[in-house]
């Protein structure tokens, strides 16, 4: 069965940096798209960053774009986001989340606190 596990989050002083993980499993990773989405609290999901399969394009929401940056690493099965210049309204939780056969599938997620 699908699995997408996130680590890497925690607490951050504005103006720092985290790289968050998702290790997959149970699907052919190299085979599809993955995206980072994050939720604050009493907010809606918002979509993050966007990997194609290859790893050739991807795309970023405009409040992420230019600090932050979605890669993957095919043979180890994980995408990967790295954020930089963090700012208080970063502050969620992360999911990683694949698309497959129109079921979306999430992760269990991994908060970040960006806060002095």
């Known amino acids: 069965q699908v699995q997408l596990v996130e680590s890497g989050g925690g607490l951050v002083q504005p103006g720092g940096s985290l790289r968050l993980s998702c290790a997959a499993s149970?699907?052919?990773?190299?085979?599809?798209?993955m995206t980072w989405y994050r939720q604050a609290r009493e907010k809606g999901r918002e979509l993050v960053a966007t990997?194609?399969?290859?790893?050739?394009?991807?795309t970023y929401a405009d409040s992420v774009k230019g600090r932050f940056t979605i890669s993957r690493d095919n043979a180890k099965n994980t995408v990967y986001l790295q954020m930089n210049s963090l700012k208080p309204e970063d502050t969620a939780v992360y999911y990683c989340?694949?698309?497959?056969?129109?079921?979306?599938?999430w992760g269990q997620g991994t908060q970040v606190t960006v806060s002095s």
């Open positions: 990997i194609t399969r290859s790893g050739g394009t991807t």
């Open positions: 989340s694949l698309l497959r056969s129109g079921m979306r599938y």
């Open positions: 149970g699907f052919s990773f190299s085979s599809y798209a």
